[in-house]
């Protein structure tokens, strides 16, 4: 009995001091001390505790600000109780201290995205209006005016978003407003509500949706409700408070997350709603969307292109790279690629069509003119099944994954030999969308087979190129039209089923979560020019780490200090080690290969054309010295981070003579892609010791992750090649020899004549070496030369030829033993 009087006296100590004193009372006491205090209380009292919701509300965002204010955001997630808060802010309004005695207010306006969802969540929802009143003061729902009525004659009305004018005249105290948004899925705008999560009442997908992801549409319903509301005839201005009916700086959308992003939602094991994040209502992340048209204008600008219609694209960009003095075409390719639209001239002005496959019009009982002597008709062709590819990749750039590189793949059929197709667009996509785009290259290229042509007579002078028509044999995309009396036209096959979304389920990439950024691993190459058009004495940077800082520099200097930046990479290369010997093999001939472990990345096989195009290039050195250049056309992954490669091609560019008896175990391999960037090295230090430190882009170049190495480059692309078919033969007494020229720059062209001459002048230094001493040296100007026979030793001995660079010095050795 004391301790119930100690309770009740704290308690009536307290209760003068607002209702902030019993909540730290009742989180304060002890168990025994509330219970003594409930049994002090009549039946009636511990009934109405329960909707004192002052006393349960959690604080910071369940109860009303203090103060003098006109708008009040409740922000949290969901289960956070913003709906419970809202419905108790209701009944502070509108309850009087007795059921029947009048409120503070008396006209609340209940708003949400629809009117279904105002009545079912706030009205008749399980944290709404009813279900949070007292059974004496709970309120009536009058469905046919779509309105709450309390005992006391105070009534909230019920309206959707999407009939604001509803809203005027009435002269409300109050309102309740839902936040606006919608979820990033197909058709999202049929129900901006619903929401796909298993442990939420509105699990659903919008009607009609095919359940795909679709980031645009989220954009676009954004994009309409501001637009909308910032027009000044449909928001104007109140002469009362000279301020507009919607002030847009207080509009909230559902959802702004402050979990940073992309750490949410790939961190599955912290958050574990990053699994609803791809089809849900988040705009993190996704607010920095352009439009595809917008895009595709501004490339087209770059180039001088203004005549441009775009109002035919539809779409989201969430990245592209691309490069100063890069043409149009260039930039519109990876687009019209990954988005599926067309460009066509029309009238003068280029236009943009997005490819869906709908009909334009119905040719089958059109007047068709003669194609050919047969008669009036289409003539329908199918392209060879081995033709078309069985395998499409994409690779691209991960916007969900701190945007490195990464690769899509589709697959028609497992059977060998498989018909791969590679594609590389330089845009950030999120996993699932790259998956669709694969798939739909794939499904284009299948029905691409068969096209038709057919001619029209004048009449039909509406048709234009990208329009789709039907024929009996199906629908045809107009590819290309012929002005000639009669219209031929060439079309090919589509299929309006490739271009409806599907869901292609994302990946995320759950990670420990913020890290130490440590050392990179890195190699410096000096090689031989490979395309023709890098800066031939600069060196290469490659590099890569697990996990990867999002770019690696190299710092260079002529001492130890006053170190200068000289090149970033951007993205990891791939690297790593031999695990098989690999042999010695002849330079430029089909050859057999050997097992690498990846340290990161992964490798592909291309076609022998592909590689005798230039493509899957790669370095091989074992401690110091020269690089040899390889490519191989097979790669098969055997484990894990294991591949093996064959059918190899050794020595490219001018590296034969680097080739050793064996590739030892532990030889390293650089794949050289497009990830390796040149170090920018003055002409002038070529030959020079040079100071360099390599490490994390983020971090400044005295840090410790930084790795300091010295290194003598010698511009191994000004390098002449070593001569080959170096020949001798006796004329009379003197020697006869002879070889042919090789050169760096433009030896693939396969013309007339002999290579081009890629030095500033033509000049060999050819040298006779007898015990491995050099008995003669001679600079000669052309591929052949005599040597009397006094000036030669006896034999055998070795002659040796090397091409002369003015810059470089002689070159590779070609080299023969005479014996006679």
Known sequence: MEAQQTAQQRLSISMPHGMNFVREFLSSATDAEIEELLAGLSDNAVRSLSYLFELWALEGHQLAPEGDWSTWVCMGGRGAGKTRAGSEWIRTLVEGATPEAEGAYRRIALVGETYDQARDVMVLGESGIIACSPPDRKPKWISSRRTLVWPNGAEAQVFSASDPQALRGPQFDAAWCDEFGCPAIDKGTNQPNVFLDEKSSENALP??????????????????????????????????????????????????????????????????????????HWISGRLEMATLADVTEEVCARSGVTEVDVSGLHGGVGGMEMRDGQSARSGLQPLMLAFGFDAVERDGELVFITRTGHETADLRSADLALVDEEGAGPVLSRGAEGEQPDRVRLRYIQMDHDYQRGAAEALDSFAPPMRAETSEVPLALHTGQAQGIAERLLDEGRIARDGAKLSLPPSQIGLEPGDVVRLDAGLFRLDRIEEAGARGLEATRVDPAVYVPAYHPGHLFDGPGPHEIGPVLFELMDLPLLNGDEVEHAPYLAATSEPWPGAAAVYISSSSSGFELAAQVTRPAVMGTLVTPLAAAPAARW?????????????????????????????????????????????????????????????????????????????????????????????????????????????????????????????????????????????????????????????????????PLSEEREAYLLELVKDGAVVLSREVVAPLTVLAAADLPSAPFDITVSQISARFGPGAQQRMTWND
Do not use: K
Not at 238 to 243: A, C, L, P, Q, T
Not at 601 to 625: H, K, Y
Not at 736 to 747: H, L, N, P, Y
């Open 207 to 280: 009607h009609f949706s095919t359940g795909a992801r679709d980031d645009f549409i989220q954009y676009r319903y954004l994009d309409a409700v501001l637009s909308y509301w910032a027009d000044d005839g449909r928001n104007p201005i109140s002469e009362i408070y000279d301020g507009p009916m919607l002030r847009l700086d207080r509009c909230h959308v559902w959802a702004w997350d402050t979990r940073p992003w992309p750490e949410s939602p790939n961190r599955l094991s912290l958050w574990s709603d990053g699994v609803n994040y791809g089809r849900g």
């Open 591 to 755: 050859s057999a290969g050997c097992e690498i472990e990846l340290v990161t990345g992964e490798l592909e096989a291309r076609s022998g054309a592909d590689v005798l195009d230039g493509a899957n290039a790669a370095a091989l050195r074992n401690g110091a010295g020269d690089w040899e250049v390889i490519q191989f056309r097979d790669a098969t992954l055997v484990g894990p981070d294991r591949w093996r490669i064959g059918g190899l091609l050794r020595g490219q560019a001018g590296t034969e003579f680097v080739i050793p008896p064996n590739w030892e175990v532990g030889t390293r391999f650089v794949l050289l892609d497009d990830a390796a960037e040149q170090i920018d090295l003055p002409l002038s230090a070529r030959g020079l010791e040079r100071q360099l430190r390599v490490g994390p882009a983020s971090r400044p170049v005295d840090d410790e992750s930084y790795a300091a190495v010295t290194e003598v480059f010698e511009g191994v692309g000004l390098r002449p090649y070593a001569p080959v078919h170096l020949r001798a033969r006796r004329t009379g007494g003197d020697l006869e020899v002879r070889w042919i020229r090789r050169t760096r720059v433009d030896g693939d062209l396969w013309t007339a004549g002999d290579v």
